[in-house]
T-cell receptor, first 115, second 114 residues
Framework: KNQVEQSPQSLIILEGKNCTLQ??????????LRWYKQDTGRGPVSLTI?????NTKSNGRYTATLDADTKQSSLHITASQLSDSASYIC??????????????FGKGTLLTVNP | DTAVSQTPKYLVTQMGNDKSIKCEQN?????MYWYKQDSKKFLKIMFS???????INETVPNRFSPKSPDKAHLNLHINSLELGDSAVYFC?????????????FGAGTRLSVL
């Protein structure tokens, strides 16, 4: 069983609407959690990074939250745009030696924004 | 300018062939990675190099051999290609040290083994 589970698997929304993507993880001990955006045919691009002591981190219209007690994170997208259509991947880094190197990736949520 | 560039973008080949994928980064990073993204879309690390030294070698068949001629390059050579090797391979780079260093990914190489 993967240690990073994301929901929903896919989501379709209308342009201008808000949405929230969920991530549950079991990676422990935990160092930091990252959200990446992966456009079709492209490599992932980092949106936010949060350590276990941070509760929220924003990047423009993207706001990530983290509850280290329940091991849950969410990514909220406000005023969605057509260019937000992509896969959003939750990535967890364990707290161990060289932990930056061995990240655990979720499967991603495929978001489609329609006009 | 592309920060992490991979070539080729697409690679179609027959089973049993040997092929290489090249990766170069111009970000001044000293850690580079190879990831495999299979049909289920999970990204899994294969190898990581720091200052040309291998630091991560996951359970990958020894048909896969990474080579780092310098800090800016990490190439992946695959011998005796098999059908199960079909996937998208991503190269990435980051600064060494610290747990929050962002990994920058290339655009991927889509490998199809026929």
């Amino acid at each position: 069983k993967n240690q990073v589970e994301q929901s929903p698997q896919s989501l379709i929304i209308l342009e201008g609407k808000n949405c929230t993507l969920q991530c549950n993880y079991t990676v422990s001990p935990f160092s930091n959690l990252r959200w990446y955006k992966q456009d079709t045919g492209r490599g992932p691009v980092s949106l936010t990074i949060m350590t276990f002591s941070e509760n929220t981190k924003s990047n423009g219209r993207y706001t990530a939250t983290l509850d280290a007690d329940t091991k849950q994170s969410s990514l909220h997208i406000t005023a969605s745009q057509l260019s937000d259509s992509a896969s959003y991947i939750c990535v967890v880094s364990p707290r161990s030696g060289g932990s930056n190197y061995k990240l655990t990736f979720g499967k991603g949520t495929l978001l489609t924004v329609n006009p | 300018d592309t920060a992490v560039s991979q070539t080729p973008k697409y690679l179609v080949t027959q089973m049993g062939n040997d092929k290489s994928i090249k990766c170069e980064q111009n970000l001044g990073h000293d850690t580079m990675y190879w990831y495999k993204q299979d049909s289920k879309k999970f990204l899994k690390i294969m190898f990581s190099y720091n200052n040309k030294e291998l630091i991560i070698n996951e359970t990958v068949p020894n048909r896969f051999s990474p080579k780092s001629p310098d800090k800016a390059h990490l190439n992946l050579h695959i011998n005796s290609l098999e059908l199960g090797d079909s996937a998208v391979y991503f190269c990435a780079s980051s600064r060494a040290g610290g747990t929050q260093n962002i990994q920058y990914f290339g655009a991927g190489t889509r490998l199809s083994v026929l």
